[in-house]
């Protein structure tokens, strides 16, 4: 269960949460309005600490992953990717909602991998963990650090399609990458974060890594 108290399949519940000073916020009601083909929208009716009744939209979203796949010399995998909502292609790390029920984390992340950068790694790490945009959503997305890289060949690729379709790949330098979140030529979210996370942790000789399977508290555990 998330640490808001909605069960894992996103259904509303008459929940509440205590803050550490005593405050406390009560869901008076909960309704799910909408229900598209990835994310839903609850409406939540909160009695605040101060007894004022105030409304609260959530859009649900799966939650995600992705991966900064980095090389022996230094260079991020980035792929390039048309985003309907912006209107325009953007340089990304290979990423992908969990939609697959039962699959584990790391799992997820190397399915995507292979997917989109068609590539595999021996050795993976927890980079980040993320809340997109708590005052309005309760997607969390896990981004992974994937070293030891190995291509896969032609024969044995997974094919794109929709965005996927035309989907392209390009090796950066790390260094480079950073310049590129501080210029604003990468603004894709995961992206930058984890291109800026796994900066940091390269300069820290990578000791403050943590393992690839630790729990996540904003998504469940997957059963199996």
Do not use: C, K
Not at 37 to 48: A, G, P, S
Not at 74 to 89: D, I, T
Not at 92 to 109: C, M, N, S
Not at 209 to 216: E, I, K, S
């Amino acid at each position: 269960m998330p640490a808001d108290g909605t069960p894992a399949d996103g259904t509303p519940v008459a929940a509440g949460y205590r803050s550490d000073t005593g405050h406390h916020y009560e869901v008076a009601e909960s309704d799910v309005v909408f229900t598209g083909r990835i994310i839903r929208l609850r409406r939540d009716i909160v009695r605040m600490p101060d007894g004022v009744v105030s409304q609260r939209d959530v859009v649900m979203h799966p939650g995600a992953v992705g991966v900064v796949a980095l090389d022996e010399t230094g260079q991020v995998v980035m792929v390039n990717q048309y985003r309907h909502p912006v209107r325009r292609a953007l340089w990304e790390l290979p990423a992908g909602i969990l939609d697959v029920p039962g699959e584990r984390l790391a799992t997820a992340a190397a399915r995507e991998l292979a997917e989109e950068a068609h590539l595999t790694a021996a050795r993976w790490d927890l980079l980040v963990d993320v809340l997109a945009s708590p005052g309005m959503t309760d997607e969390a997305y896990r981004v992974f650090l994937a070293r030891d890289l190995a291509v896969i060949p032609p024969s044995q690729r997974h094919v794109g399609v929709h965005e996927e379709a035309d989907m392209r790949t390009q090796r950066v330098d790390l260094d480079e990458a950073v310049t590129g979140v501080l210029s604003g030529s990468i603004t894709n979210a995961m992206a930058v974060i984890g291109i800026l996370a796994v900066a940091t942790a390269r300069a820290g000789g990578f000791a403050s890594l943590r393992a690839a399977d630790v729990p996540w508290p904003d998504r469940p555990a997957p059963a199996g």
